[in-house]
């Protein structure tokens, strides 16, 4: 005959993880050490302090300077606002940067819910992954596809900086 027996999460943890102090009623012993409980004494905080207060950690303590920082931000900053007067379009700017920021926000929205999608977020990641290896094989695993890569990459930074 089969017995039903209901566990409850506690009683399961104990039963899996044993009990935490050592009981008369228990024969088991755990090979787990006994740690009493940690408490907060004013002889160990007071032993810390003067540790951390001596000397031997000196060379690790730094202090704030600010005159190198706040130089190099004000100069930042008059150089934003000097580019910014130089602009003709502002408002071009501001559509664009408007723009771009409703486009990030619309595509974490896609990515979310492409993410509810069961098994469609497996399947990208094979997609994925089959893409890499295709990549992998075409122009990193030749030393001539290397190369070609090389050229390849060259040629669109000269195309992007317009030198080309």
């Given at each position: 005959m089969a017995m039903a027996y209901a566990a409850t999460p506690s009683s399961m943890a104990a039963a899996v993880l044993g009990p935490r102090l050592p009981?008369?009623?228990t024969s088991r012993r755990s090979s787990l050490p006994y740690l009493p409980l940690r408490s907060t004494?004013?002889?160990?905080?007071?032993s810390f302090k003067q540790f951390s207060d001596s000397g031997?950690?000196?060379s690790l303590q730094t202090r704030a300077s600010s005159s190198e920082e706040t130089s190099s931000s004000v100069e930042v900053l008059e150089d934003l606002k000097?580019?910014?007067d130089a602009l003709e379009s502002k408002?071009?700017?501001l559509l664009y940067g408007g723009g771009a920021?409703?486009?990030?926000?619309l595509s974490s929205i896609v990515i979310g819910a492409i993410n509810s999608v069961p098994l469609l977020p497996k399947i990208m990641e094979l997609v994925g992954l089959g893409y890499t290896?295709?990549?992998v094989y075409r122009y990193l695993l030749f030393k001539s596809s290397r190369k070609e890569l090389a050229t390849d990459i060259e040629a669109l930074k000269k195309k992007?900086?317009?030198t080309e």
């Open positions: 009981t008369a009623t004494c004013p002889a160990f905080s007071a031997r950690f000196s000097e580019k910014w408002s071009t700017v920021i409703v486009a990030v926000w290896g295709w990549f992007i900086a317009g």
